[in-house]
């Protein structure tokens, strides 16, 4: 489970929501989700880095005996 930081914020429209809920147990209990839900929708997750040196595009690509283009 993940903890909020220091610089936290809820979301307004999730505040506004949470106003609306009288009891305090159910309220927390939603207070709780959506604090892990946003704080789920904030994660970046890291692309691995590309060898410069590798090829890319279609520069691979081979004409063999069974592509659509004729060769004669």
């Not at 505040?15 to 927390?28: E, H, N, W």
């Not at 209990?29 to 994660?43: T, V």
């Amino acid at each position: 489970m993940l903890k909020p930081g220091k610089t936290f914020k809820l979301s307004k429209p999730t505040k506004t929501m949470l106003a609306s809920i009288v009891d305090p147990q159910k309220r927390s209990e939603w207070k709780r989700a959506m604090i892990d839900a946003q704080l789920c929708s904030e994660i970046v997750i890291k692309t691995p880095t590309r060898d410069k040196n590798a090829p890319r595009g279609n520069s691979g690509y081979q004409v063999t005996n069974t592509s659509a283009v004729s060769v004669e």
